[in-house]
């Protein structure tokens, strides 16, 4: 009677192991603008596209944007369980977002120095932009080195975001005529874990 028991934990086991999982994914996404209403835009980054303001109490997006504001979906933000945090890392040197000199911070309950509680801290120079004086005026450029770090909205798995520029076009060197409110930005996820390199 052993060798049927045997038999069947080995299935069992086998069956356990073989479930598949999602593939680590990177991805770009170029002048990504809010309405014209002023309101925010909400953005997958396990789908790499927008979703719809109509689906803005659900956990099917992950960052939203206003104006130079990143929300994560989570506490006060939004239903799901997102949290986040803006590291100063290369994006290329984050293999792993669980790091051990890493405190992820939940919208609502994350003190900022200026600004509401956020994950993503809203001042300039606290979250993942610094203003920069041109002639005729001040622009928004992301701050080198630095790279938001962030739980899904649904729970599961773990993504790394790299803001590339925040005007259209995405301009290398924006002027006081370059239009603001777009953003572009790098993004890898893994869908079921948190590392963002793929097993040798």
């Not at 669980?98 to 606290?126: F, K, N, W």
């Amino acid at each position: 009677m052993l060798r049927p028991l045997l038999l069947t934990l080995a299935v069992v086991a086998a069956g356990c192991t073989s479930t598949p999982t999602e593939p680590i994914t990177t991805g770009s996404q170029s002048d990504l603008a809010a309405p014209a209403d002023g309101g925010p835009v909400f953005f997958s980054l396990r789908t790499g596209e927008k979703v719809s303001a109509a689906d803005s109490a659900t956990t099917a997006w992950d960052l939203a944007f206003r104006g130079t504001e990143v929300r994560i979906n989570g506490g006060s933000s939004g239903p799901g369980a997102g949290i986040g945090v803006v590291v100063a890392l290369n994006y290329l040197d984050v293999d792993d977002a669980l790091l051990d000199s890493v405190a992820y911070r939940r919208d609502g309950e994350a003190p900022c120095p200026s600004g509401p509680a956020r994950s993503v801290c809203t001042g300039a120079g606290h979250g993942w932009f610094e203003t920069q004086a041109v002639a005729g005026g001040t622009v928004v450029v992301p701050i080198p080195g630095r790279t938001l770090l962030l739980r899904l909205g649904d729970g599961q798995g773990f993504g790394k975001v790299q803001f590339i520029s925040y005007y259209r076009g995405a301009p290398t060197v924006p002027t006081a005529a370059s239009v603001p409110g777009y953003y572009t930005f790098d993004y890898t996820i893994d869908p079921d874990g948190t590392a963002f390199v793929e097993d040798d």
